[in-house]
């Protein structure tokens, strides 16, 4: 395009009065031509995870962003859906537009335009309220409207015979057992391929919750409701007492006057998964205050005494939970820790409500008051690691020097590990993360950690006053699975536990109907054979008729040839970059 207008007669002032930099008005081709003569066929390279100083504002609204990364994981298995419906029903009209519109609105919250040091006038109200907080929430409506409209015209062709039926359905293209929460109110359901029951447990909400065993890749399997268990399950290991749960995988020791995780015992290797001389217990409180903006000085305050704990074991799980009224912050703050039969990991679920710090309507106390949550991890030697959309990264050593070494944002995981151990955490609507100790307002370019401690960034103040009419809207929701494995991260165990938590599985009853074309008990669509390949996009092709379109992506960073078996004939395919 044209070279833009400049006023010539400033230049020579500005080189006469600077040495540094000189100024000189240029086109493309003057451009090129210098790259040219300086560097001749061979283009310089670096590479590395330039971090963004501003990425650490994904904490300014955890609620919002939990909205958004939920759109952004539920839209492709929507999508799906609609492709697979649409196979067996040519007359279903493609869904691509509507698709476009949800991203667009998730690339709108991502955009980097949050009004966090003006006054809240109108239009940074308006901003963050109405175009960012409430297009998250769009967006997230949207794509639950689609996974609603791709779910019917996709099982009307499932049989489910006189009775209603119970349809778990796997977004991932792995076959996985895994945790199931439906609407209803069951005792047990049955599983129609083995006619063995699997106790269900009421939880909040009208919903029931039970663990699906061998949930065929990317595809479903029927469930029977069962008035009652008639035969009980007697292998199942889960226990809880007034400080302490179990399953078959971990054993969780609880501080009674605190209410937070004092240790955690990896049942399979015997290991302590807790650092215990930490200065911070496991899932710790920490409300960091600064003194000003950017000031590196401030106070760090954490909670010492719980207000109620609580304790309970059903055949499907065990959970402890603990309440406390914070001193400083005003917050009530309730705790739950969560371990399924049968499944090898724990979840962790802090709620957060009507924090005065996180509201105030003077913008010059911004970006003072910010929460955190500390995992002291016992992995020592351990390399932390955070996956991105695009790879993964360690803290400093993948880092250029002109990027934020406090922190990473993490997509699916983050891993502290060795070539024998490791433990992963999946965030489930949070995504900063800071290594070795807290890092606020540090504005590294060189950090290095020297310990394998996580600390979860779960929100700050930087836009009070404008989401929030006072502090009793000061709440927010911040959720974690946690898991061990006796291996490295690349052996695979880290990217199940993150794709399996960011892709949970979907259940749903179904009404009697007579059905069509589908198995009556069972099926996949798709599947992959390699368990490092993990399957991102089915789409129709723009084109109307003319295929379909599937993304992979590799997840341990080393070459892999695979099989991609597919229910729907395939007569020619084409590889694209």
Known sequence: HEVPFVDKSVLPEWNQAWAYPEIRIANPTDFFEDIERRYGKELPT????????SADYATIDPESQSWKRHAARTL???EGLFVVAGFLDSSLMPVTARVSRIWTQIFDYDEHSWPTQPKAADMHLFNAAWVKKQGALRARDDANDLLDQGWNHLVRNIPTGPTPAVVVMNPLAHERTDVAVVKGNFSAVIDSTSGKEMPCQK????????????????????????????????DIQISASTDEIANAFYRIHFDH????IKSIIDL???????DLKSGYQFNQFVNVHKNSRESKEGFEHVPTKVTGIASSACPVKAKFESWIDESRTGAAIHQTVTVYAGIGRIDITNQIEHARPMFTNDCKARYRDNIFYAFPVAVPGGQPRAEYAGGVVRPYDDQLRWGSHDYLSANRWVDVSTPSYGVTFAPWNESIFEFGEIRYNRFSIDYKPNRPYLVSDA?????????MLNYKEANATVSYSIAAQECDWNSGAASRLGWSVASPLV????APHAGRQLDTKQMSFLSIDQPNIQFTVLKASEQAGNGWITRFVE???????????????????????
Do not use: M
């Not at 006057?257 to 937070?260: C, D, F, L, S």
């Not at 399979?268 to 998964?273: A, D, K, P, Q, V």
């Not at 341990?556 to 694209?576: H, K, M, N, Q, Y």
């Open 46 to 53: 670096l590479t590395g995870d330039l971090n963004n100083f």
């Open 76 to 78: 492709p298995f929507s």
């Open 203 to 234: 939880v909040d909400d009208g919903q029931c919750v039970f663990i699906a065993p061998n949930i065929p890749a990317y595809g479903y399997k029927v469930f029977r409701p069962a008035p009652q268990i008639t035969h009980p399950t007697a």
């Open 257 to 260: 006057v605190t209410g937070n």
């Open 268 to 274: 399979g290797s015997g290991r302590e998964l807790v």
């Open 459 to 467: 929100g700050s103040n930087r836009i009070a006053g404008l989401l």
């Open 507 to 510: 259940a749903r009853v179904v």
């Open 555 to 577: 997840t341990a960073g080393r070459a892999t040839d695979f099989t991609f078996i597919s229910l729907f004939p395939v007569r020619e395919a084409w590889s694209c970059d």
